[in-house]
């Protein structure tokens, strides 16, 4: 499936859940994401907008367990890293997101695991964001990067450009998706 195809479907069937089923299925996703980053120290996250998969609790949740957090800044033709204490931190950035305005800045190959948001994925971890590309180009410095999505924004396959980058794990209510390693 061609790349702008899948965004627009995927945008739209999550557009599509109830609050109530968002709320469902946000405490779902949360609860394997806790599971997944447990042995993890450092954990960069991006700050849910719009329909995502909500990140406010469970940024809140991983500062409580004692893990180090860092969310993205937008800036022109990058994101920057802040570690953040709280949500407190944040002010409305770019498009409204909520990001940090000041703190330590990390780098993103400091950073353990990283929630990558999506617009659709398929089973083999390929994504596809909001079609700027800032995540592709942070990604090949992390560590593992987890994506967080509601399974009705899995489609069939993406087709991928070279550039693209396949996320180890994509977390969705129903599921936990893992990359294919390529065959020796």
Not at 23 to 30: E, G, P, T, V
Not at 92 to 119: A, C, R, T
Not at 141 to 165: H, N
Request: some cysteine.
């Amino acid at each position: 499936m061609k790349k702008a195809e899948a965004r627009k479907n995927g945008l739209n069937r999550r557009r599509e859940l109830t609050e109530a089923e968002r709320n469902d299925f946000n405490a779902s996703i949360a609860a394997k994401v806790m599971d997944a980053v447990s042995s993890a120290q450092v954990i960069g996250c991006y700050v849910s907008f719009r329909q995502e998969v909500s990140t406010h609790e469970l940024i809140t949740n991983l500062i409580r367990a004692g893990k180090q957090v860092a969310v993205p800044k937008t800036l022109p033709d990058h994101l920057e890293f802040y570690l953040i204490g709280s949500l407190d931190e944040l002010k409305p950035g770019v498009l409204g997101i909520s990001e940090p305005d000041h703190g330590k800045v990390i780098h993103p190959s400091k950073i353990d695991i990283m929630l990558v948001p999506l617009s659709s994925f398929d089973e083999c971890c390929h994504r596809t964001g909001y079609g700027k590309g800032y995540y592709d180009r942070i990604l090949p410095y992390c560590r593992m990067s987890i994506g967080l999505a509601y399974e009705c924004q899995k489609c069939d396959r993406i087709e991928t450009d070279p550039w693209d980058q396949t996320l180890d794990l994509i977390i969705t209510e129903r599921s936990i998706y893992q990359k294919q390693l390529p065959e020796t």
